[in-house]
């Protein structure tokens, strides 16, 4: 009974939204990769970059938006690294996507180490506070978990709502689509099918980016290791969920957290019977079988992961 | 300047890439040396000292390096049918398990009878996890690169849960690790009084093993013709699912006998850190390793002297040892590049 009466407290779903943020950005950007046509791999590197690049500038005195800006320039750095190996080069993008999140987990921890060797506890930053939003916030139940939150969870919906006016409202969102479904029909308008490719990679990176300085400046007020935990990775499969739609992964975003907020509070009722650690399987468990559900629905964008040599068929 | 066909592969790239992916991560860690405020040429000194100046410490990069040709001939094999394993991790700790369930006492054979029986255990466990993922693969076309990633985590959560429970040790002052395995189920020292086991011959053995079925055996051609072009494989008869599958298999295996190494050679217990990435670090092993399973015993050893190197490094220069973490990585990256060009060449125009 307990178990359904959780359901319908503010709280859950107020956890739901705050868990969703950064698979919000992330997800957007690699929906915005994958919609050019490039996987990226890369993802949970570039979050752990983005997640210690923003808290680093900060804690260093630069002022939370800077530190945004700074985190997302990091993750567009990586992307264009992706970009470069995979577009012109046309290289495997899983092995390159895996590299990438190599390279960028281990540069990060070599920074971290580097800029504090042997201290047990990392220093913390003063993140960014909850904002509500007057009157709206009044509303019972919806405005606890919608309109308490921080200035980075408003920045996601509306960062969804952005990313798909440009994706299917404008010229430049038309040449993604495009590119990511048939190259050369791109190349015969004249774009750069290259530049378009890496450009798409860039900015979804940046997202991505963002995403994982969530975690380190809105979440948890510090970086630790291995602290995306297999977001990114998670991220890929809401993609998919969502069958690369913004409205739909943003759906697929907040079903997953609400179910990651709910075994989070299951854990304590039930934590008696069973042991934590099946709780804390139930949302990889739950991507797979999201993929497995998706797959004979999945419109792959057709020129997924196949690189574009000008002249070849 | 663009990219233009050769009209043969040149061979000799096959050489020169690993060259420029080692030197490109030397130059890499250079930079990285600098920014630590460290002059590079004592950096590169103590990697190489900590790795192979003494015989303490080659010995030491050969036990490290044990583990890593188990999970890279693992990659190769897979990678090889363009099978994107990437859950050697979890394969790693699926051979772990078993090593502990038959290995602490619950089968009281003598060594020659109990060793070959954990280790086929072993591998059935790792290769079962990695069927799986192919199945969906074939199936219904889920992109395995991503399930073999989402099972690491749930198998290491798994080996959390069985440490706290089935598994763990009643006299481990409530540690969550397992029992020691019983002296039966050890690996021998190859060295007495070393670290050095039997582990690293059984590598080196399977690295000759799977070189023969890829240059000697019909099921090493068809790996190499489903790889090549899946389709192209399906119309000259070759059943493409099966060999996926039996790929799998041996894939899956062969990660798994990381792990029994690991607890029957060297640590004797299972822990939660049983392994620092080793799955992971497996796939660059195989890049590096062009794939090629002799070569794999190289890439490996040259892997395991950077981080065996670096964490004594890390002691004596106070350069953080994520060092080698980056420069494997720098590796990685650069041989994929390298070894375009036995395909292309650059045209400058």
Known sequence: ?313 | MRLEPRIEAASSIWVVAPLVAVAASFVVAAVLALAGGASPLSVFAAVIKGAAGTQFAFLETLTRATPLIFTGLAAAVAFRAKLWNIGGEAQLYAGAIMTIVLGTGALPLPAPVLIPMIMAAAMLAGALLLLGPTFLKTRFGVDEVVTTLLLNFVMVLFVSMLLDGALKDPMGLGWPQSKKVIEAAQLPKLIHGKRLHLGFVIAIGAALIVWFINARTTFGYEMRAVGFNPRAARFAGIPVNRVMAKTALLSGGLAALAGVSEVAGLKGNLTLDLSPGFGYTGIVVAMLAVLHPVGVIAAAIFVAAMFVGADAMSRTVGVPNYIANVMVATALLTMVTAMLFTRFRLKLR
Request: hydrophobic share 55%; glycine share 10%.
């Open chain 1, 1 to 313: 009974m307990q178990a359904i009466q959780i359901i319908f407290e503010a709280s859950l779903w107020a956890a739901a939204i705050r868990i969703a943020s950064p698979l919000i950005f992330a997800t957007l950007g690699e929906l915005i990769c994958e919609r050019a046509g490039v996987l990226n791999l890369g993802i949970e590197g570039i979050m752990t970059v983005g997640a210690f690049a923003g808290w680093f500038a900060v804690y260093h005195g630069a002022d939370l938006w800077t530190g945004i800006v700074i985190a997302a320039l990091a993750g567009a750095a990586f992307g264009l690294l992706h970009g470069f190996l995979t577009v012109p080069l046309g290289l495997s993008q899983h092995v390159t996507g895996i590299g990438i999140t190599l390279l960028a987990t281990s540069l990060t921890y070599y920074a971290y180490r580097l800029a504090f060797p042997s201290v047990t506890s990392p220093p913390k930053i003063a993140t960014f506070a909850p904002l509500e939003i007057p009157l709206l916030s009044q509303i019972p139940i919806l405005g606890d978990a919608l309109f308490r939150q921080t200035p980075l969870t408003y920045l996601a919906f509306v960062a969804v709502i952005v990313v798909a006016y440009v994706l299917y409202r404008t010229p430049i969102g038309l040449a993604v689509r495009t590119v990511g479904e048939n190259p050369a029909a791109v190349e015969a308008q004249g774009i750069d099918v290259t530049w378009l490719r890496i450009g798409a990679v860039a900015v979804g990176s940046a997202f991505m980016a963002i995403g994982g300085a969530f975690l380190t400046m809105s979440a948890f007020n510090s970086f630790y290791f291995d602290m995306v935990n297999g977001r990114g990775w998670i991220c890929i499969a809401l993609v998919v969920f969502g069958s690369w739609r913004p409205g739909k992964a943003l759906l697929g975003a907040i079903l997953f957290a609400a179910f990651d907020a709910y075994q989070l509070r299951l854990q304590q009722l039930a934590g008696a019977y069973l042991p934590y650690q099946v709780f804390l399987m139930l949302p990889y468990i739950l991507s797979i079988l999201a993929l497995i559900a998706m797959s004979r629905r999945a419109g792959y964008p057709r020129a997924l992961m196949i690189p574009y040599r000008k002249g070849e068929r």
